[in-house]
């Protein structure tokens, strides 16, 4: 069975500074491997996708992944956060599409 | 570009109720999904549905609970004696043959009262 682990609940960062969002996975197939953002209220927005090629993906709003077969991890990077990029943040496992795991969330929570 | 649409954007409605929930995928997709996510936890799958029937369901998606496509183009979901543990956000998404990405709608947040 798929699962997703989260390993940061919450990640307080001051405006600037870059972060890293922690993601590890198993599953025992193929996996296609995604980030969403959940800001307050609102609904789910992909970030940005694995499915396959080149390891190191980039999304929108300056975000990118990293797949890390051996270690089984998809974790998210930004360079330079802003006071906007506070939100939940969900990574996610899908195998053929028939149903998408979720995370936990990290909560990212930027600091002026 | 298509997305999914869903409605009502909010539904309020008394315990042991009858609800449906409306979705409507995109149009060239043949995969079609609801999942819940409760004020503060994380999102979880519900059921997939393809070719008009079930193809997988969680533990969630009890008797209460049934999907259907109506017509061509809505999907619903019905709750059908709603508690108060419903109370959630239900996301619909859909996505089509081969395509492991799932485009999730707006959601839809339900409060059970």
Known sequence: AQSVTQLDSQVPVFEEAPVELRCNYSSSVSVYLFW?????NQGLQLLLKYLSGSTLVKGINGF??????????FHLRKPSVH????????????????????????RLFVKA | EPEVTQTPSHQVTQMGQEVILRCVPISNHLYFYWYR??????????VSFYNNEISEKSEIFDDQFSVERP???????????????????????????????????????????
């Open chain 1, 36 to 40: 969403y953002v959940q800001y307050p």
């Open chain 1, 64 to 73: 990118e992944a990293e797949f890390n077969k051996s270690q089984t991890s």
């Open chain 1, 83 to 106: 006071i906007s990029d506070t939100a939940e943040y969900f990574c996610a496992v899908s195998d053929q599409g028939f149903k998408t795991i979720f995370g936990a969330g990290t």
């Open chain 2, 37 to 46: 996510q409760i004020l503060g936890q994380k999102v979880e799958f519900l």
């Open chain 2, 71 to 113: 017509d061509g183009s809505n999907f619903t979901l019905k709750i059908r004696s709603t508690k108060l543990e419903d109370s959630a956000m239900y996301f619909c998404a859909s996505t089509t043959t081969g395509e492991p990405e799932q485009y999730f709608g707006p959601g839809t947040r339900l409060t059970v009262t």
